[in-house]
């Protein structure tokens, strides 16, 4: 058992020919040395038959493993930083934010069943998210990892067409590709503060890699157009979608507001999970299948 | 090759016993496998679990709910507070009130830590769980136990107020003093004006109102100023209270005067509005002697001319009797309101003429009291 092996059974289903594909097209933006031992820690796993999992999810195992070892320095943003300034928001299920989020004593807050919160806690979350939050709390929550973002104007350009509901959540969901709000989860935004996206020791932004998003059945590596920005995954139609990056885990400040989004309430998606990593720059196809094998052996050595 | 698209809800929790479905839940908890559900590493683990319960079968669900509450059970501190969190969340999102006994004799035993928060701050999540389950009539006690547990610190007492007023409406008045004080020791954490603002959005400003006679007085002025504040209450709301009758005339007359503070500039509609309901005329006259120390005199002016045209010379006179504004400066305050509501450029013309007679040195004042009685007359 081998790299060899691994990248063959990963090739398996559209799912693992997204993650090799970007894998593919992410080799000349992430380090050398990182790139190297991500394989061999590929290459040791997969040929300890001790050790038994999931071709494609043993990615993210990998990555998580590493995150959690080194919260420092790990496999996670590792592409070129983006600095362009550009503000940026992160979306979010409202009672994924109450339970992790909100400070309950200090709102008086009773949990209630179901995809929503408080009509009253949402509003209050709308006029003073600050006076609203846990102390020393972080997004994403410490230590899950990565936080993932878009362009604020993007969903602005959105909010401009509807109002906060089930068709602004129905267009959110969609063009930023998340295929896993596809149920009526109330959704939210969280906007940061507009300073944190210039050059920061604080805030590094940067496009995901296939180190970040596998597995996903919708994370295409790529670029969005005049950017350094990441590219999402439109599930309209598979087509690019809006622009993404990762980053670490970073405090909320009171400079953070929170903005209601509403609950998707319709799925018209006509999703070939073929088609996505097809139109990958770097398609992972068959007839290209040894020669790419052969590249990633020589980079793990 | 196949993908699931969208996530396929699992089935494979039906005709499960609880105790598998436990250690299913168990494991997921932990990060570990479980053979009987495939989750999905990428999306929240609750969220999922959530999905998964609700798209069950009316036993599988059943299940669910007795698993969670035998994993609530099993817990010891061993487990980890972020474990009992998730489970405690669960129990909410599972509707299982039946763990709320065990939640909060978690609180009461020490088994949680109260004071200082821990990492989760596991307290507050445990009461707004126990709290949440409110709406089922076997909660009330349990709340109980926490209110007057003196270990419970006073961090809890906006959760533990609001889940209990929610519980029982009527027994609110017994809590309110006690809300307060506990509020007082921990004044950083709360905003009053929030938590009444939520207890009205829950219990109903009818509620609040009907039983607003048994609070007792020190609590009331306060909370009324509370619920004024944010004008919570409006004046049908109380009408319709008092057209129940369970308000006597002090109540109303309590309420005008916290009204009147509250909103200085609304005290003419407010005066308007007492004086409809059939008072004792002493009771309604101390009421507005009153009402004249707290609103200032220059909103006491600006706004006569909006009380009833037939009360207010009765009500320059009361003004008067509080030495809050001249006679002389009460009407023409009127008449200059007046102007604008009725009669417009021809008033406008003749208070031009009579503040300069006013501001004569040598003048009297000149006698224009007849007019409050004949607004379409022009002099």
Redesign the interface.
Known sequence: MSLRDWCREVAGDNRGRLALSNLLHDIPHVPAEKLRTFLRRIHDIWSNPAERYDAVELVRHVAQTEAEANPEDNFYCLAQPISDGTQCSHIMPSTEFETGYVDRARNSTRRIRGRRIRPILMRRLVLNLDGMLKPNITIPLEPEGLGWVTHTAEIDRLRRRHAPGGELANEVRDGLGLLHRWDEWELVEIRYPSSLTNPSPGCVLAPPTFLDSTPSLVSRSGRYPGTGWGCTVNLQDMGNGSPEAVHHPIPITADFTLHEVGAPNRIQWGIVPQTVWEASSHPWIDQDEESNIEMLERLMR | ???N???QRPESLRGRTVEEIKGCLVALLAGRRSPLLAV?????L??QL??VFEDSDDETRRNLRKAITEAIDDWIPSDGLLRICQLA?LA??F?APETARRLANLLVSGEIPLEP?DKY?T???I???V??F?ATSETLPILETLIFNERLSA??A??L???AS?ASAKGYPDLLPWFFARSDEDSA???LD??V??MV?TITIGAVLQYLPKVNRKARRRFLSLLTKRNLMSNPDIDRVVASGEWGESLLVEVFLALCAQQPDRYAERINWLLRHELAIAEVSAAVLTMATVVPPSILLAHLSEVDPSLQMWVVERLNEAHRVEPVDALLSVIRGRSKQETGREWDEYLHRLEMEIEEPSGTRPEIGPVLYHPAGVP
């Open positions: 090759m196949t993908d698209l969208p996530p999905s590493p990428t999306v929240s609750r969220l959530v999905d969340d909410i999102d509707w928060p701050d307290a507050a999540v009461v707004s769980v709290g949440g409110a961090r809890h906006g959760q107020f609001l889940a929610q954490t709360y905003d929030e938590t603002e939520d959005e």
